[in-house]
Nanobody, 117 residues
Framework: QVQLVESGGGWVQPGGSLRLSCAAS????????MAWFRQAPGKEREFVAASRRGGNRTSYTNSVKGRFTISREDAKKTVYLQMNSLQPEDTAVYYCNVQLTGGFDYWGQGTQVTVSS
């Protein structure tokens, strides 16, 4: 049973930083893609960033480019999201997503990020 445990969310003032972590357990095949999505109140879940296995292959939604950095430690089966220069519009529940070999797709339970003064 694959489980994803997220941590690192919380409250921060505009301009501040947070680092999210997501640790996967029960994984028996390759973590092809490790990604972050977010869902703000009243909005659909949206893609934030992804890291693909092998090489430095990352992608970001335009609104976070230059502010957020995704990274991964495959030995620990962990993905991180460093979030800098946070703004109120970044307030959302952030979800970790992993895609394994064979097309299997798993989600974390979500962690709340609130940016306000």
């Amino acid at each position: 049973q694959v489980q994803l445990v997220e941590s690192g969310g919380g409250w921060v003032q505009p301009g501040g930083s947070l680092r999210l972590s997501c640790a996967a357990s029960g994984v028996t095949s390759s973590l092809n893609v490790m990604a972050w999505f977010r869902q703000a109140p009243g909005k659909e879940r949206e893609f934030v960033a992804a890291s693909r296995r092998g090489g430095n292959r990352t992608s970001y939604t335009n609104s976070v480019k230059g502010r957020f950095t995704i990274s991964r430690e495959d030995a620990k089966k962990t993905v991180y999201l460093q979030m800098n220069s946070l703004q109120p519009e970044d307030t959302a529940v952030y979800y970790c997503n992993v895609q394994l070999t064979g097309g299997f797709d798993y989600w974390g339970q979500g962690t709340q990020v609130t940016v306000s003064s």
